[in-house]
């Protein structure tokens, strides 16, 4: 299955701080994916998850600091650029093109391969891991549901034969058995194909059981860093994916523990 | 009904130079969400340059070869020197952007060629008459080359990465950016493709309705109109909805009184937008071949 | 001196100056300051409808021309007194431009701009055309002005008579602006979706400051028919919109003093160019002014996108910080939070309104509500009766549809299917300001504020429903009283969310969640009987929270319904009297807290898996929400 013959490179960020126009929303956030790794980032709406993504992936300029693809500093590369150097950047809401072809959007996921030839084996290593699309390879991709969506997104993406992938919240909306599915491919593409993988989760159990390392954040920072089992128990990571870091007065203050209190 | 004939056939010829234009239009609006107003000036310019080109002497063909290439570099030229320097682009910065191109190029053309209106000669051939429509070959040249542009257009944008790209871009514009699509390739792409459909409206149409330094203004309105027809996004509906304005307006002009050949594009226009604002066509926002 | 005053200086300064230039410049230069202010007339029209409606008009001059034919008919063919006739001329600009606006007004900027274009040769073609025009030599030999034992027919009468008419002019714009319609317009400016959910009927108001700016160029045109003596087609020419629309361009979007200063700078460049090409260029025949024009719009739009009135402001800036270097000196008067708490108990009384439905009814009824996009189905068959005066929070994880709920119930989306009954009315599929209107009001998820303005002037927009000024009050200033109520009543609202000492700070300088609180200010000072919040705590601190959870409970009291899309589980649970849970676009339960915390569906639409208690590391947040409601603590303070 695996065919690489380019060595696996690594994705880091060093301190970026990241604006809308004059609005600040990341404060100084680092991190690295390492190739062959799952990087779990996870918080509230509004933590500045899908802003790291953005900065990562060249649509937003950081203010500060720098992202570095392997050894190639990217901080002030275009988007269409840095898709050339080796990130793939799975959108929030897929973003397929919807009145193409699935065909046609795996084809475009190939654009900036488009002269090496080698676009018959990407597809069949994409279809290989999204089986269903090949039934529907030649439907519009609008017409497709929700979670065969993500799956072409993800596929498109692919397409470009990356050594860096970055997903906004694959799981948004999806059943949770399609979900399971998306989780797999992933933890195949990082220990099949030795992708760095960054992840962005709502879903932080299904996050935290691929993830080989867990990132949170609240408000635009990062407040917590470690193995998912480490995390699991920390009063951060709660406070965080529920928003907020209430202290004890307030309404959210109830102590996680792992049996503390499930309903069923 | 001999009449009527007569008129929906040289309708067709004309509204298939409008549908050339539209085509420019959809083309850019696609891509960019701008009404490019410099649309008619393309095809006043090419038929102008041709009829220079043909006075200083060169074969017709000749003249119109170096002609097209020549609009279509006007067209990514004054592209790159004002729309790509605008950061923001807001609707009302666009019109009044294209607006002020297309008044410079028009008064330029004023300066070269003078006021008066002039025609290219004709393409070789000779004029028939079928069941008493008479029947000028230049009618036939224009449907001829109109209708092989058109299809070259569309097949452009269904069947090469290239134009696949332009419309992932005008469908998701983040999304394309992020397979590597440059914006500003695309922009570049799709003005070279508004250039190309005008310049050839102009010079297949300079020989029948002429060509003037202010002849870009209402074919430019004709043929917005036409792509609206086409919810400004359907290439086809465009050049059909060019073909269709051109009869209806021939029509009008034959029935009616011909000094309100120019208000029926406008009436078109308003009852489109009133009635069937994203178009004849289905409603969606992405281009459609 | 009070600030109302000082905005009425510039325009005395303005005329003062127009009656010396009229009373002593050479002949020559009054003869080019006349078209300068005829022209300049249409250009303050031109001005509002691209500054305050965000339209353009390519075919101004059509306006124009519709107003000089109609005067030069009735004057020179009926024999009308040219006062009387001018009104008349007037109006039937306005009328054309109500038939045109009425289907246009409501699409995108383009088609506005197009159709403008084409009125423009229509009207062009029209009078060329027509024997009572005079086709294409038109109506000549009409007389001057002569009214109040006057005769108007010296260039320095003519500018003396034109002076308060523009100052007039520009004073009624400039009010315009600044008032209750100015307001809602540059609201619809930044954000269009957020302007309508606080009741701004967008078109109404478009249209009407389309009709308003075809008067004007309509009573430019009167002056232009009265100065020239004859009007022919070139007036409804394209030349003649360019240079309108260069007016305005030049003279600086979004100040209707740009359209004085520019029209004058375009009449001098016309002049200027008109001169100087035939010298340089011999043949150059025709309207070679153009290019010029042409050009000029170019740069302006690339360099100078505020024109001259932007050069203006940034010299007196630059002058200003040399002569009184500024301190900031943050004025963070520190409040307690008992105090905080008295100035909100305060404040609410203000909102508080009695003719709320009775509690207990069903004020928004919700029947197979669907929204499907292509393949996806964001939102499924949802039904769902929010009763009057309960707080309803509506969970799920991300994509589950509550945002798109929350779109269709306020109008911002029409569903694919199904109703939305608020107090009795359908408002499923229209538009957001009809929900409004009813009493239902909204904050968004990705802020939507109002960013060319100030926290206060974001609130002072929600009081759009809660006012009645319109155009001609707003231009007239007897909208004043009015004006100091919404002022009260907006600023009670920010004391109500503790933003006191922002109220007077520009939006945009503001931390994401200080925005996120305007945007519940906001909403709160519609007055609503409904209040949508689409995740309200979203980048809020916790002490943030605990106040928001507070007031909200204080806004239920008062009778206001609620319905909370929220993603801190926690809160939710302390404050919500029923839940309603989404996933996947369905309706899985609906209850209490309590009830829906042990529903095994919700727990299982949160896990992720069914039944799986095993593997995964991190706490379900059901399960932390439980205990969060469950535990005596909970929402307990306060």
């Known amino acids: 299955m695996s065919t690489d013959h380019v060595p696996r490179i690594g994705l880091r960020v060093e301190g970026i701080d990241a604006a809308y126009d004059r609005l600040q929303v990341l404060w100084d956030v680092s991190l690295h994916v390492a190739p062959g790794e799952l990087l779990a980032l996870v918080g509230s709406n509004g933590a500045g998850k899908t802003t790291v993504l953005r900065s990562v992936s060249g649509l937003l300029k950081p203010v500060r600091g720098h992202v570095k693809l392997g050894d190639t500093d990217i901080t002030s590369t275009s988007a269409e650029k840095i898709a050339e150097l080796g990130l793939a950047h799975v959108p929030e809401n897929r973003l397929v093109f919807p009145s193409l072809s699935v065909e046609d959007n795996l084809v475009l996921g190939g654009y900036v391969r488009r002269k090496d030839g080698r676009y018959a084996v990407r597809r069949d290593e994409a279809l290989h891991l999204f089986p269903r699309l090949r039934d529907r390879i030649n439907l519009l991709a609008g017409a497709l549901s929700g979670g065969e969506q993500q799956m072409l997104a993800m596929a498109r993406a692919l397409m470009s034969d990356p050594s860096v992938i970055i997903l906004d919240e694959p799981s948004l909306g999806l059943a949770p058995k399609v979900v399971a599915e998306i989780m797999t491919a992933l933890a195949h593409l990082r220990d099949e194909k030795g992708l760095a993988v960054l992840l962005v989760e709502q879903n932080v159990r299904a996050a935290f059981k691929i993830a080989d390392r867990v990132m949170v954040m609240d408000r635009g920072r990062v407040v917590a860093e470690g193995t998912p089992a480490d995390l699991a128990s920390d009063e951060r990571v709660r406070a965080a994916y529920l928003g907020g870091s209430s202290t004890s007065s307030s309404g959210v203050a109830a102590p996680v523990t792992r049996s503390g209190g499930a309903p069923a | ?289 | 001196m009070s600030p109302m005053v000082k905005r009425q200086l510039p325009f005395v300064a303005l005329a003062v100056a127009l009656f010396l230039f009229g009373g002593l410049a050479p002949h020559a230069m009054v003869d080019v300051g006349i078209w300068a202010l005829i022209y300049g007339i249409a250009a303050i029209g031109l001005s509002l409808l691209m500054g305050l409606a965000g339209q353009v008009s390519l075919g101004h001059a059509a306006f124009i021309a519709v107003g000089a034919y109609t005067q030069a008919l009735l004057v020179g063919k009926a024999g009308w007194n040219p006062l009387l006739a001018a009104p008349v001329a007037v109006i039937a600009s306005m009328l054309v431009a109500l038939l045109v606006g009425l289907p246009l007004l409501r699409l995108r900027g383009h088609f506005l701009a197009l159709a403008t274009l084409g009125l423009g040769i229509i009207v062009g073609v029209f009078v060329t055309e027509q024997d009572f025009t005079g086709a294409t030599s038109g109506i000549f030999g009409l007389p001057n002005l002569e009214f109040g034992g006057r005769s108007y027919d010296t260039a320095q009468e003519y500018f003396l008579l034109l002076t308060p008419i523009v100052v007039i002019g520009l004073w009624l714009a400039s009010n315009l602006v600044h008032s209750r319609t100015g307001r809602a317009l540059s609201a619809v400016n930044d954000s269009e979706v957020a302007a309508e959910c606080l009741g701004v009927d967008t078109f109404a108001l478009r249209l009407r400051v389309f009709v308003l700016s075809a008067a004007y160029a309509g009573l430019s045109g009167v002056f232009y028919t009265h100065w020239l003596t004859i009007v022919n087609p070139s007036v409804a020419h394209f030349e003649l919109s360019v240079k309108i629309l260069l007016m305005v361009v030049l003279g600086g979007l979004g100040t209707v003093w740009g359209a004085v200063i520019g029209a004058v700078a375009v009449q001098l460049l016309d002049e200027g160019l008109r001169a100087i090409i035939p010298v340089l260029i011999p043949s150059a025949k025709g309207e070679i002014q153009l290019i010029g024009f042409g050009v000029v719009l170019v740069l302006v739009i690339i360099l100078m996108p505020g024109g001259l009135a932007q050069l203006w402001s940034k010299v007196m800036s630059a002058v200003r910080q040399r002569n009184h270097p500024i301190v900031r000196g943050e004025h963070e008067h520190k409040v307690t939070q008992e105090e905080q708490r008295d100035l909100l108990e305060e404040s609410l009384k203000l909102l508080a309104r009695a003719e709320h439905m009775p509690a207990g009814q069903t004020i928004l009824a919700i029947r197979g509500l669907t929204k499907r996009y292509g393949g996806v189905t964001a939102l499924d068959n949802l039904d769902l009766d929010v009763k009057a005066g309960e707080i309803m929070a509506l969970i799920g994880p991300n994509g589950a549809g509550k945002t798109t709920a929350f779109n269709m119930i306020t109008g911002v989306l029409p569903p694919t299917e199904g109703s939305v009954v608020l107090e009795g009315n359908e408002v499923a599929g229209k538009r957001p300001h009809i929900a409004a209107a009813i009493g239902a009001t909204r904050t968004f998820q990705n802020l939507q504020t109002f960013k060319s303005t100030t926290v206060i002037g974001n609130v002072k927009v929600a009081r759009h429903l809660r006012s009645q000024a319109g155009l001609i009050r707003g231009m007239l200033l007897l909208d004043r009283t009015e004006e100091k109520l919404i002022d009260q009543a907006s600023q009670a609202a920010i004391d109500a969310m503790g933003l006191t000492s922002l109220a007077d700070k520009q939006i945009a300088d503001l931390a994401f969640g200080k925005q996120r609180q305007v945007e519940v200010a906001r909403a709160l000072a519609l007055e609503p009987s409904v209040l949508l919040l689409d995740e309200p705590m979203a980048g809020l601190s916790g002490p943030e929270r605990d106040s928001l959870s507070w007031l909200l409970r204080r806004v239920k009291a008062s009778g206001v319904t609620v319905l909370l899309v929220e993603h801190d589980v926690a809160a939710v649970m302390a404050l919500a009297d029923r839940v309603a849970v989404l996933d996947d676009g369905k309706l899985i339960s609906l209850g209490t807290p309590a009830q829906v915390t042990s529903d095994p569906k919700v727990i299982a639409a949160y896990l992720g898996e069914e039944d799986d208690h095993s593997g995964g590391p991190a706490e379900s947040p059901t399960a932390t929400a439980a205990s969060a409601a469950t535990s005596p603590a909970a929402g307990g303070q306060a």
């Open chain 2, 1 to 289: 009904m001999t009449d009527l004939l007569q008129l929906v056939f040289s309708g067709l010829a004309q509204g298939s130079v409008y549908g050339l234009v539209a085509l420019g239009f959809v083309a850019i609006f696609a891509v960019r969400e701008i009404v490019n107003l410099v649309q008619g000036e393309y095809a006043a310019l090419a038929g102008l340059a041709a009829i220079s080109a043909v006075g200083a002497g060169l074969p017709l063909l000749v003249a119109v070869l170096v002609v097209i290439p020549l609009v279509i570099g006007v067209a990514v030229l004054l592209e790159r020197m004002t729309i790509a320097p605008i950061k923001k682009m807001t609707p009302l910065t666009s019109i009044i952007l294209t607006l002020g191109v297309s008044t410079a190029v028009k008064a330029v053309m004023l300066l070269i060629w003078g006021p008066e209106a002039k025609g290219l000669p004709t393409f070789p051939g000779t004029d028939i008459t079928v069941g008493g429509v008479s029947i000028r070959s230049q009618e036939l040249w224009v449907l001829g080359i109109a209708a092989v542009v058109a299809y070259a257009v569309i097949w452009f944008y269904e069947h090469t990465v290239r134009g696949k790209s332009l419309r992932a871009c005008a469908e998701q514009p983040v999304a394309a950016r992020l397979v590597g699509i440059s914006p500003r390739t695309a922009t570049v792409v799709a003005f070279a493709v508004a250039g190309f459909t005008g310049a050839v409206a102009g010079v297949v149409g300079s020989p029948i309705y002429l060509s003037a330094w202010s002849s870009g203004l209402s074919l430019g309105l004709k043929g917005f109109v036409a792509a609206t027809l086409g919810g400004l996004t359907s290439l086809r509906v465009a050049m059909i909805g060019g073909m269709l304005l051109g009869v209806l307006e021939n029509l009008v002009a034959g029935y009616l009184s011909s000094g309100y050949r120019d208000a029926v594009a406008f009436v078109v226009l308003v009852l489109v937008l009133l009635f069937r604002p994203h178009g004849l066509a289905s409603k969606t926002s992405a281009v459609r071949v």
